[in-house]
């Protein structure tokens, strides 16, 4: 919903899929909501500014039957690869996502409650977004039901 610079917005079908099977749908409109790849740029912005430890990582199972999964990791803005965000607002609406692409899976990952039943890909998947983004991901989501979750670490429990 909303508007403002998306860089890695999708207007293909896999846009769709992730829209349909994440149920991304405005509740009172019913109109769909905006999905794109994961943008591990901006998410590295947010993880410094708030001095964050530990993420928590929703819908992993939408990406479910998936060939390939990307990650944005740059930027291109005037020829130039950024590892950050523009710090204008306006320069930001000009980024090109450059991408990582990463093999899919196709064993649902819908209700698993046991990090050790995800697929392989999922899991290098997650390994590739705790690299990138330099912070442990603590609670995993694979569905809509708050008992579909994986708890890798509890960050009270330190």
Avoid: Q
């Avoid at 901006?42 to 410094?48: A, K, P, Q, T, W």
């Avoid at 090109?96 to 050790?116: F, M, N, Q």
């Avoid at 590739?128 to 912070?135: A, D, F, N």
């Amino acid at each position: 919903m909303g508007s403002g610079p998306f860089p890695t917005e999708l207007f293909d079908d896999v846009g769709g899929h992730l829209a349909k099977v994440g149920a991304e749908f405005g509740a009172t409109t019913g109109r769909p909501r905006r999905c794109g790849w994961f943008d591990a740029v901006s998410l590295r912005r947010v993880v410094i500014a708030n001095s964050l430890t530990g993420l928590g990582l929703t819908k992993l199972d939408v990406l479910d039957g998936l060939n390939e999964v990307k990650i944005c990791t740059g930027y291109l803005l005037d020829g130039e690869l950024l590892e950050n965000p523009p710090l204008l607002m306006e320069r930001y609406e000009e980024c090109e996502p450059v991408y990582e692409s990463l093999p899919g899976w196709d064993v649902p990952t819908r209700g698993v409650t046991d990090y050790a039943e995800l697929p392989k890909e999922a899991k290098n998947y997650l390994k590739r977004l705790e690299e990138l983004l330099e912070v442990p991901i603590d609670i995993i989501s694979t569905g809509p039901d708050r008992k579909e979750i994986i708890v890798l670490r509890n960050p009270f429990d330190s």
